[in-house]
């Protein structure tokens, strides 16, 4: 599979098989996201592997929009630090880490979702990350489940190029 094949097939999945991940999988993804370039090569994240069923149910019982995160395989908890002047890169970081891992998963067959945490303090509790960090984003990974129809808009549920790109200018 190459770059521009994994971008266009990716989407979200919510429903997984319960199949496990091998050891070497797991690696790829979390080396992936290790790999993604950050702001100054700051590589302001940490990232928490979470396999064990009851934990990866305990974290989707942790909000409403992330009981995907119960069915999965594995969930990378994405941890940054707290607030701070480069709180903006940081996030930016975080998402191209996410991007990375995502794409990996992609490439062996396996599917993801991302997840935005609402009880961050529910969160650290369980997963004992230090008081100084802060968890915003999760992604659940796993093999997929059967067919998922597609949602969203247009085809292939993304917006047209030509409303989106403008050259040159705004609305060239």
């Not at 971008?7 to 199949?19: G, L, M, S, V, W």
């Not at 790829?28 to 990866?56: C, M, T």
């Not at 929009?65 to 970081?93: K, M, Y």
């Amino acid at each position: 599979m190459n770059v521009s094949e994994a971008i266009r097939n990716k989407r979200a999945i919510r429903a997984f098989r319960d199949e496990p991940l091998s050891a070497a999988q797991v690696s790829a993804i979390l080396d992936a996201g290790r790999r993604s370039q950050s702001s100054k090569n700051s590589q302001p994240w940490s990232f928490i592997a979470v396999q064990e069923r009851q934990r990866l149910q305990a974290i989707a019982a942790l909000g409403d929009n992330i009981g995907h995160v119960g069915g999965s395989a594995l969930c990378v908890v994405i941890v940054v630090p707290q607030e701070n002047e480069r709180t903006l890169w940081h996030f930016f970081d975080t998402g191209q880490a996410a991007a990375y891992m995502q794409l990996a998963g992609q490439e062996l067959g396996i599917g993801s979702c991302l997840g935005t945490v609402y009880d961050p303090d529910g969160l650290r509790e369980l997963l004992g990350f230090p008081a100084e960090y802060q968890a915003q984003l999760l992604i659940s990974f796993g093999f997929p489940a059967e067919q998922q129809p597609r949602r969203g808009l247009g085809a292939g549920g993304r917006r047209q190029f030509a409303d989106v790109v403008h050259h040159e200018t705004w609305g060239s």
